[in-house]
């Protein structure tokens, strides 16, 4: 593939996040955000197709250009509406309820303590939605709320955050498809994926920090630094709690009574100093324990109550009733124990796991496919995991159909023929590209490849 062709695919990937900005600026509704959603692949996958059968070489200029069309596409959503969720002005809210000495726990955005908080951001309080739950998000998104905050209390500012974090991630994810031999163009699967310009430069979900700061702690296993990447990977759990699921293969990887305590030690650290500033005596007049209970109401409600877009979910409600949620949080335990009692990879039981969490919730939004997709991306030789992921980010678009047809405050309910074309061809695409068995054309990548890829990745 030749940088001129290249460039002409980055053209049109760009052209297609313009447009998609102008979807979510102008309202145009469901069928034009399902359309360009989809031909947002025509490009991803023309690059990414050749990459993986080696057809197309890594090198500077390419690199390059898949990077300045990604951060171009990027930086055409950041002014827009967040038309699709209101969780990014919930996280602008609750940072400027900590700088102004608030407690986002115990008190939700209806409390009238907070009345001039409200008044001093008549639109911001007009758009954070559960008025009366107070704050779902752990401890260091919060803190990131507030010194984005601090900045300016702005949804494009906070937007602009969650892109730089974004932008780790995807150097981290060259660094991983070089070390592992693989072509670092694949990044395209996840740069130039509609998924995550909507998610995070569209609608600036925190998952994006969360899942950025686990997977560097990815990276940082990968190179030895098992300290560096138990922190790394408490600081993503205190973000969002899924984050600390990487603990416990980073422990069994590491041998050594010693080594391993000093990863916990450094876990611990790093969950302590983000609790203090939410510790202090005022906060905990009424008990260590009530605190950790204030610290998880929202979260518990959202356990036991909500419900969107399921899928597995829905047979075992049929069945079971009330116990199909704690069973379906059992199989997910079970699942992850067994990896890693059998030394599974991190990064591919990460992705099984956040894959199957999705499949087995009773809530599926799609930004919770952010969880899968970059650990995805990094094990490109299981061919049928791959297809399976990047189909459903592709398919999980008909989802949005109840976010543009269903008026707020009702509850959300899929038809359906949406349900039916958003999770019929993931397994499909799973079975036509070899399920879960690897490629069998992968080889050990030679030193020079290996160095020409970590040049390329330098330059970008």
Known sequence: MSWLWLAALGGVHVLLAGLLAAVFEGAWGFWWHLGTHALLFVPLLLVVVPALRGTVRPGRRHLLIVLAAAALSRALLLPTTPALSGDVYRMVWEGQVVLNGKDPWAQPPDDPALAGLAAAHPELRERVGYWKLPAIYPPFAQLFGAGVGWISPSVTIMKAALLLAEASLIAALIALLCSRGHNPLLVAAYAWNPLPLTEIAGSGHG??????????????????????????????????????????????????????????????????????????????ADGLVVRFQEFGFSL??????????????????????????????????????????????????????????????????????????PFLVVNPEQRGLLAAGLTMTLSVAFSYHAFWTIPP????????????????????????????????????????????????????
């Open 207 to 284: 998952d994006a920090l969360a899942v950025a700061l686990l997977f560097l702690a990815l990276l940082a296993l990968e190179r030895g630094r098992t300290a560096g990447a138990a922190a790394l990977a408490a600081l993503s759990g205190m973000t969002k709690f899924a984050g600390f699921v990487l603990l416990p293969f980073l422990l069994r990887r590491v041998r050594g009574r010693r080594r391993q305590l000093t990863a916990l030690g450094a876990a611990g650290g790093v969950v302590l100093v983000a609790l203090t500033p939410f510790l202090t005596p005022a906060r905990l």
């Open 300 to 373: 518990w409600h959202y356990a036991r109550h909500w419900r969107f877009n399921d899928s597995l979910f829905s047979p075992l409600d049929a069945v079971l009733g009330g116990a199909a949620r704690p069973v379906a949080f059992a199989v997910l335990i079970v699942l992850a124990a067994a990896l890693v009692i059998r030394r599974h990879p991190p990064g591919l039981s990460l992705a099984l796991l956040a894959g199957a969490a999705f499949l087995l919730s009773p809530v599926a939004h799609p930004w919770y496919l952010l969880w899968t997709l």
């Open 409 to 460: 405050g009702l509850d959300w309910t899929l038809p359906t023929w949406v349900r039916i074309a958003e999770y019929l061809p993931v397994p499909l695409a799973a079975l036509v590209f070899g399920g879960l068995g690897q490629s069998s054309d992968r080889r050990p990548p030679s030193d020079s490849s290996r160095r020409k890829c970590a040049t390329a990745s330098a330059a970008a």
